[in-house]
């Protein structure tokens, strides 16, 4: 049995990430991989928004905001990174954050940088 939630929503998402990867490979910057992700979840006809925002309360309180890449479904949050060799677990952390902070279950971290795709499944 599987901790996740959205199971066959994140392999879905996550499917889209290595057709992005497989077509465009690694070197290109960030915003060359959300745009070609945009286009490719849009033909599995996923909705999605990008760079969507959501506050940060700490105790009754309104701090902030954050934006993250992709809110798909209105389930996942998605963030997309662009890094060459091992991927540093700030990034983790960051996707921990957002998720608690926004109350969603389930996030996908997405790294285009090297020979091959990776992602890491997170949920809270």
Known sequence: MSNFEHDALTEKI???CYEVHRLLGPGFNEKIYAKALQYQLTLE???FEFEKEFNVVFK????GKFRCDLFVENTVIVELKSVTGYMPVL???QVLSYLK???VKTGLLINF??????IKRISV
Request: overall charge positive; aromatic content about 10%; proline content about 5%.
């Open 14 to 16: 996550i499917g889209c």
């Open 45 to 47: 006809k996923l909705s």
């Open 60 to 63: 009754d309180q309104y701090v």
């Open 91 to 93: 990034f983790k952390s």
């Open 101 to 103: 902070a926004s109350k």
């Open 113 to 118: 940088g090297n020979p091959s795709c990776e």
